[in-house]
Protein backbone atom coordinates (compact mmCIF):
# COMPACT_ATOMS: atom_id res chain seq x y z
CA UNK A 1 0.00 0.00 0.00
CA UNK A 2 2.91 2.91 0.78
CA UNK A 3 4.96 1.73 -1.96
CA UNK A 4 1.18 2.20 -4.20
CA UNK A 5 1.34 5.59 -2.56
CA UNK A 6 4.70 6.69 -3.33
CA UNK A 7 3.94 5.65 -6.79
CA UNK A 8 1.09 7.41 -7.48
CA UNK A 9 3.13 10.88 -5.45
CA UNK A 10 5.94 9.92 -8.00
CA UNK A 11 3.40 9.81 -11.00
CA UNK A 12 1.43 12.74 -9.70
CA UNK A 13 4.20 14.76 -9.74
CA UNK A 14 5.85 13.55 -13.28
CA UNK A 15 2.54 14.74 -14.74
CA UNK A 16 3.19 17.93 -13.21
CA UNK A 17 6.17 18.71 -14.69
CA UNK A 18 5.38 17.00 -18.06
CA UNK A 19 2.48 19.14 -18.11
CA UNK A 20 4.59 22.18 -17.51
CA UNK A 21 7.01 21.18 -20.67
CA UNK A 22 4.03 20.58 -22.89
CA UNK A 23 2.89 24.12 -22.32
CA UNK A 24 5.94 25.37 -23.79
CA UNK A 25 5.86 22.49 -26.67
CA UNK A 26 2.40 23.61 -27.15
CA UNK A 27 3.46 27.62 -27.49
CA UNK A 28 6.46 27.52 -29.44
CA UNK A 29 6.12 24.45 -31.88
CA UNK A 30 3.27 26.19 -34.42
CA UNK A 31 6.00 29.61 -34.32
CA UNK A 32 8.67 26.98 -34.94
CA UNK A 33 10.37 28.35 -32.20
CA UNK A 34 12.93 25.92 -29.97
CA UNK A 35 11.70 24.62 -27.08
CA UNK A 36 14.57 22.49 -25.84
CA UNK A 37 17.80 25.11 -26.15
CA UNK A 38 16.20 28.34 -25.17
CA UNK A 39 14.92 29.45 -21.77
CA UNK A 40 11.53 30.70 -21.03
CA UNK A 41 10.63 34.47 -20.66
CA UNK A 42 8.00 36.69 -19.45
CA UNK A 43 6.59 37.58 -23.27
CA UNK A 44 5.57 41.08 -22.32
CA UNK A 45 9.18 42.15 -20.47
CA UNK A 46 11.24 39.57 -21.37
CA UNK A 47 12.25 38.32 -17.77
CA UNK A 48 14.30 35.11 -18.24
CA UNK A 49 12.14 32.82 -15.51
CA UNK A 50 13.92 31.60 -12.81
CA UNK A 51 13.65 27.63 -11.59
CA UNK A 52 10.83 29.87 -8.51
CA UNK A 53 9.24 30.68 -11.33
CA UNK A 54 8.63 27.45 -12.82
CA UNK A 55 7.18 25.12 -10.48
CA UNK A 56 4.41 23.64 -11.80
CA UNK A 57 1.07 25.14 -10.20
CA UNK A 58 2.57 27.06 -7.44
CA UNK A 59 4.51 29.18 -9.03
CA UNK A 60 1.84 30.70 -10.51
CA UNK A 61 -0.35 30.16 -7.46
CA UNK A 62 2.60 31.90 -5.31
CA UNK A 63 2.75 34.83 -8.16
CA UNK A 64 -0.81 35.44 -7.97
CA UNK A 65 -0.95 34.75 -11.32
CA UNK A 66 1.28 37.53 -12.46
CA UNK A 67 5.12 38.10 -13.82
CA UNK A 68 7.25 38.84 -10.97
CA UNK A 69 8.68 42.04 -13.11
CA UNK A 70 6.18 43.78 -14.59
CA UNK A 71 2.88 42.30 -13.22
CA UNK A 72 1.77 41.28 -16.69
CA UNK A 73 -0.98 38.72 -16.00
CA UNK A 74 0.02 34.74 -16.70
CA UNK A 75 -2.32 32.94 -18.67
CA UNK A 76 -4.39 30.12 -16.68
CA UNK A 77 -3.72 27.99 -19.41
CA UNK A 78 -0.29 27.19 -17.77
CA UNK A 79 -1.67 25.87 -14.55
CA UNK A 80 -4.34 24.43 -15.95
CA UNK A 81 -2.56 21.90 -18.01
CA UNK A 82 -0.03 21.32 -15.74
CA UNK A 83 -2.58 20.04 -12.72
CA UNK A 84 -4.70 18.34 -15.91
CA UNK A 85 -1.36 16.66 -17.07
CA UNK A 86 -0.48 15.74 -13.47
CA UNK A 87 -4.53 14.53 -12.22
CA UNK A 88 -4.66 12.61 -15.66
CA UNK A 89 -1.44 10.51 -15.21
CA UNK A 90 -1.98 9.88 -11.50
CA UNK A 91 -5.69 8.21 -12.54
CA UNK A 92 -3.87 6.06 -15.41
CA UNK A 93 -1.91 4.80 -12.47
CA UNK A 94 -4.83 4.28 -10.54
CA UNK A 95 -6.77 2.77 -13.30
CA UNK A 96 -3.48 0.44 -15.31
CA UNK A 97 -1.01 0.05 -12.45
CA UNK A 98 2.34 -1.03 -13.78
CA UNK A 99 1.23 -2.27 -16.87
CA UNK A 100 2.28 -1.52 -20.77
CA UNK A 101 -1.30 0.25 -21.11
CA UNK A 102 -0.02 2.71 -18.69
CA UNK A 103 2.71 3.28 -20.90
CA UNK A 104 0.09 4.20 -23.87
CA UNK A 105 -1.90 5.96 -21.31
CA UNK A 106 0.76 8.69 -20.93
CA UNK A 107 2.16 8.79 -23.97
CA UNK A 108 -1.33 9.67 -25.20
CA UNK A 109 -2.46 12.38 -22.92
CA UNK A 110 1.10 13.79 -23.38
CA UNK A 111 -0.24 14.21 -27.48
CA UNK A 112 -3.76 15.45 -26.26
CA UNK A 113 -2.30 18.18 -23.61
CA UNK A 114 0.19 19.37 -26.36
CA UNK A 115 -2.61 19.36 -29.05
CA UNK A 116 -4.51 21.21 -26.10
CA UNK A 117 -2.48 24.22 -25.97
CA UNK A 118 -1.66 24.65 -29.75
CA UNK A 119 -5.43 24.57 -30.64
CA UNK A 120 -6.81 26.67 -27.99
CA UNK A 121 -4.04 29.44 -28.49
CA UNK A 122 -3.61 29.07 -32.30
CA UNK A 123 -6.50 27.12 -33.50
CA UNK A 124 -4.16 24.47 -34.73
CA UNK A 125 -2.64 21.19 -34.70
CA UNK A 126 0.29 20.97 -36.17
CA UNK A 127 0.97 17.92 -38.56
CA UNK A 128 4.83 17.63 -37.34
CA UNK A 129 2.77 16.55 -33.58
CA UNK A 130 0.56 14.16 -34.98
CA UNK A 131 3.71 12.47 -37.33
CA UNK A 132 5.95 12.66 -34.21
CA UNK A 133 3.41 10.20 -32.18
CA UNK A 134 1.46 8.20 -35.01
CA UNK A 135 4.42 5.72 -35.54
CA UNK A 136 4.61 5.44 -31.77
CA UNK A 137 1.26 4.19 -31.31
CA UNK A 138 1.29 1.97 -34.04
CA UNK A 139 4.23 0.35 -32.56
CA UNK A 140 2.69 -0.02 -28.69
CA UNK A 141 -0.66 -0.67 -30.73
CA UNK A 142 1.54 -3.99 -32.13
CA UNK A 143 3.12 -4.56 -28.83
CA UNK A 144 -0.02 -4.82 -26.98
CA UNK A 145 -2.77 -5.04 -29.50
CA UNK A 146 -6.55 -4.42 -28.61
CA UNK A 147 -9.32 -7.41 -29.15
CA UNK A 148 -9.31 -7.49 -32.18
CA UNK A 149 -5.47 -6.86 -33.27
CA UNK A 150 -6.92 -5.44 -36.35
CA UNK A 151 -9.31 -2.73 -34.35
CA UNK A 152 -7.12 -0.08 -33.96
CA UNK A 153 -6.29 0.27 -37.47
CA UNK A 154 -10.17 0.26 -38.37
CA UNK A 155 -10.34 2.80 -35.93
CA UNK A 156 -7.72 5.23 -37.10
CA UNK A 157 -9.22 5.05 -40.30
CA UNK A 158 -12.85 5.46 -39.00
CA UNK A 159 -11.63 8.23 -37.13
CA UNK A 160 -10.22 9.95 -40.40
CA UNK A 161 -13.01 9.20 -42.73
CA UNK A 162 -15.68 9.99 -40.52
CA UNK A 163 -14.31 13.62 -40.22
CA UNK A 164 -13.12 14.29 -44.21
CA UNK A 165 -16.99 13.52 -44.44
CA UNK A 166 -18.21 15.87 -41.70
CA UNK A 167 -15.52 18.58 -43.75
CA UNK A 168 -16.92 17.66 -47.29
CA UNK A 169 -20.39 17.75 -45.95
CA UNK A 170 -20.01 20.85 -43.84
CA UNK A 171 -17.80 22.48 -46.52
CA UNK A 172 -15.43 23.13 -44.07
CA UNK A 173 -16.74 23.22 -40.52
CA UNK A 174 -14.05 21.48 -38.99
CA UNK A 175 -9.97 22.01 -39.81
CA UNK A 176 -8.32 19.32 -41.13
CA UNK A 177 -6.32 19.28 -38.33
CA UNK A 178 -9.30 17.98 -36.64
CA UNK A 179 -9.45 14.97 -38.89
CA UNK A 180 -5.84 14.23 -38.45
CA UNK A 181 -6.42 14.01 -34.56
CA UNK A 182 -9.58 11.53 -34.72
CA UNK A 183 -7.41 9.17 -36.92
CA UNK A 184 -4.11 9.10 -34.66
CA UNK A 185 -6.49 8.67 -31.93
CA UNK A 186 -8.56 5.72 -33.40
CA UNK A 187 -5.15 3.86 -33.05
CA UNK A 188 -5.27 3.80 -29.42
CA UNK A 189 -8.76 3.57 -28.80
CA UNK A 190 -10.63 1.51 -31.76
CA UNK A 191 -13.70 1.51 -33.77
CA UNK A 192 -16.15 1.48 -31.26
CA UNK A 193 -14.55 3.51 -28.52
CA UNK A 194 -13.36 6.26 -31.37
CA UNK A 195 -17.16 6.81 -32.10
CA UNK A 196 -17.98 7.21 -28.32
CA UNK A 197 -15.14 9.88 -28.79
CA UNK A 198 -16.46 11.70 -31.29
CA UNK A 199 -20.22 11.77 -30.06
CA UNK A 200 -18.95 12.97 -26.37
CA UNK A 201 -16.80 15.50 -28.25
CA UNK A 202 -19.74 16.66 -30.65
CA UNK A 203 -21.71 16.40 -27.24
CA UNK A 204 -19.24 18.81 -24.84
CA UNK A 205 -19.13 21.03 -27.98
CA UNK A 206 -22.96 21.72 -28.39
CA UNK A 207 -23.44 21.92 -24.60
CA UNK A 208 -20.04 24.19 -23.81
CA UNK A 209 -20.55 26.73 -26.57
CA UNK A 210 -23.68 26.94 -26.54
CA UNK A 211 -23.46 27.87 -22.95
CA UNK A 212 -20.60 30.37 -24.06
CA UNK A 213 -23.00 31.92 -26.81
CA UNK A 214 -26.18 32.09 -24.08
CA UNK A 215 -23.82 33.93 -21.78
CA UNK A 216 -22.66 36.09 -24.12
CA UNK A 217 -18.81 35.47 -24.33
CA UNK A 218 -18.28 34.48 -27.48
CA UNK A 219 -20.06 35.67 -30.83
CA UNK A 220 -21.83 33.58 -32.98
CA UNK A 221 -19.84 34.11 -35.88
CA UNK A 222 -16.72 33.62 -34.11
CA UNK A 223 -14.50 30.57 -34.92
CA UNK A 224 -14.41 28.04 -31.85
CA UNK A 225 -11.21 25.21 -31.91
CA UNK A 226 -13.05 21.42 -31.71
CA UNK A 227 -9.54 20.21 -30.83
CA UNK A 228 -10.73 20.60 -26.88
CA UNK A 229 -13.94 18.84 -27.00
CA UNK A 230 -12.16 16.19 -29.61
CA UNK A 231 -9.91 15.36 -26.32
CA UNK A 232 -12.45 15.24 -23.90
CA UNK A 233 -14.15 13.37 -25.78
CA UNK A 234 -11.23 10.67 -26.61
CA UNK A 235 -10.43 11.16 -22.70
CA UNK A 236 -14.07 10.00 -21.92
CA UNK A 237 -13.99 7.55 -23.79
CA UNK A 238 -10.68 6.01 -23.22
CA UNK A 239 -11.62 5.76 -19.40
CA UNK A 240 -15.29 5.18 -19.54
CA UNK A 241 -15.84 3.51 -22.16
CA UNK A 242 -16.49 0.40 -20.38
CA UNK A 243 -18.67 2.04 -17.81
CA UNK A 244 -20.46 3.42 -20.30
CA UNK A 245 -21.54 0.95 -22.70
CA UNK A 246 -22.52 -1.71 -20.03
CA UNK A 247 -24.55 1.15 -18.14
CA UNK A 248 -26.44 2.01 -21.47
CA UNK A 249 -27.06 -2.15 -21.80
CA UNK A 250 -28.21 -2.29 -18.57
CA UNK A 251 -30.37 0.75 -18.87
CA UNK A 252 -31.70 0.23 -22.29
CA UNK A 253 -32.12 -3.89 -22.85
Avoid at 55 to 66: A, D, E, Q, T, W
Avoid at 150 to 159: E, K, N, P
Avoid at 211 to 220: P, Q, S, V, Y
Wanted: hydrophobic letters at 55%.
Amino acid sequence: MIIQIVYLIYILGLGLTFGSFFNVVGLRLPLKQSFVHSRSQCPTCEYTLTWRDLIPVFSYLFLRGKCRRCGTKISPIYPIVELTTGVLFAVSYLIFGLHIELLISLIFISMLMIVFVTDITYMLIPDKLLLFFLPIFVILRIIHPLNPWWDSYIGGLAGLFTLALIIILSRGGMGAGDMKLMGVIGIVLGLQDTYLAFFFATLYGTVISGGLLLLKKIDRKQPIPFGPYIILGALTAYFFADSIVKWYVDTLW
